[in-house]
C-alpha cells in the first residue's frame, strides 16, 4: 500500500490531550508515524500511515471527543 500522510486541525487544548491521541492511533498498526504541533493555533495533528482513512481517524478522536477535521 501507499503510504500517505494525512493532516488535521484539531480540538487539543492540553499536552495530556496528545496522550490520549497517542494511545487511540496506537490501535493502527498502519500508522508509521505521527505528531502534533503544539505551537500552531490549529494544533495540527500529522500522520503518516497506509491503509488507513481520514474518516476513520476522525471518527475515532470524535468518540474520544477530541475533533479533527481533515486539511487539503
Known amino acids: 500500500m501507499e503510504n500517505k500522510i494525512?493532516?488535521?486541525?484539531t480540538s487539543i487544548t492540553k499536552r495530556s490531550d496528545v496522550k490520549r491521541i497517542g494511545k487511540l492511533l496506537a490501535q493502527?498498526?498502519?500508522i508509521n508515524k505521527w505528531?502534533?504541533?503544539?505551537?500552531d493555533w490549529e494544533k495540527i495533528l500529522r500522520i503518516e500511515c497506509s491503509g488507513v482513512t481520514a474518516l476513520e481517524i476522525s471518527?475515532?478522536?470524535r468518540n474520544n471527543h477530541i475533533?479533527?477535521?481533515?486539511?487539503e
Open 6 to 9: 494525512l493532516i488535521f486541525r
Open 28 to 30: 493502527y498498526p498502519q
Open 35 to 39: 505528531n502534533v504541533d503544539f505551537e
Open 59 to 61: 471518527e475515532t478522536l
Open 67 to 71: 475533533f479533527a477535521t481533515e486539511l
